[in-house]
């Protein structure tokens, strides 16, 4: 592996992480969404893009799909697929860190196995 | 139902319409592109042809709808649930895939692939083994 193609992982695993995060983040500001109604998913929807934070969610994962876009024009799918299954580690640290979500030793052993896993679907 | 039953209960029901919705989108806008042929004239004409061709066919319409539809059941699910919780459970959808590849399809799973199939489903069965919102779990 290249240090181009190491580059270009961590910049699509960070700001694809990054955006869920701040996405995450902005629909916490909302709060908790009890009603179901088609008129106040509506007005949800509305209120979640008129904060910061969903546009910086949406930014930062557009940068990430045209890394991918990009490191895919010169590396091989079956490295490039596998290695952001690492995603899933950064953003359950990224949750406790920035989110300050409790992410006790259960949930940290299933986010590492489901990583193994998805590398393992994506190697085949 | 408690409260705390509640939210677990509506987090599944999110979950799986996510990934459905999100498998299904994948595999129909994979399907409308593939429709198109490939994309030969690398030139901005040609390119703005294939995605005029692209935006003209229905199947790619309903691909993006099902997305948008993933997309917002995720915001959604967001709104109440932990990042740490979502991500993980959300990958069932790889399970999902692969299991309907080989049951519908008649799709070749390498060896390889039902072992990471079955580690999914271990590390989602741990992650949804927790409380959906550590905020509440108390």
């Known amino acids: 592996m290249t240090l181009r193609t190491a580059l270009f992982i961590g910049i699509i695993v960070l700001a694809g992480q990054g955006g869920d995060i701040a996405l995450s983040f902005a629909m916490k500001k909302i709060g908790e969404v009890k009603n179901f109604g088609p008129r106040n998913l509506l007005k949800t929807l509305g209120r979640a893009f008129q904060i910061g934070w969903m546009w910086v969610g949406i930014g930062l994962m557009a940068i990430a799909f045209f890394s991918l876009l990009a490191l895919l024009s010169w590396a091989n799918v079956s490295l490039v697929v596998p290695a952001t299954a690492s995603s899933y580690i950064v953003g359950a640290m990224g949750a406790q860190f920035l989110l300050g979500e409790r992410v006790d030793k259960m949930r940290w052993v299933g986010v590492v196995i489901v990583c193994i896993g998805v590398a393992f679907v994506c190697a085949a | 139902m408690t409260e705390r039953k509640t939210l677990r209960a509506k987090t599944y029901v999110l979950l799986a319409l996510m990934v459905t919705f999100g498998s299904m989108g994948d595999v129909t ?83 390889v692939r039902w072992l990471g199939v079955g580690l999914i489903c271990v590390g989602v069965l741990l992650v949804g083994g927790t409380h959906p919102n550590t905020g509440q779990s108390g």
């Open chain 2, 29 to 111: 806008l994979s399907r409308g592109m593939k429709e198109l042929g490939r994309l030969h004239a690398w030139s901005f004409d040609g390119a703005l042809v294939f995605f005029l061709r692209a935006f003209s066919s229905g199947t790619v319409w309903l691909g993006i709808a099902l997305l948008l539809l993933f997309f917002i059941s995720y915001l959604l699910v967001l709104s109440w649930a932990d990042f740490s919780y979502v991500s993980p459970a959300s990958a069932v959808g790889y399970v999902l895939v692969a299991v309907m590849g080989y049951l519908f399809l008649g799709e070749h799973v390498p060896v």
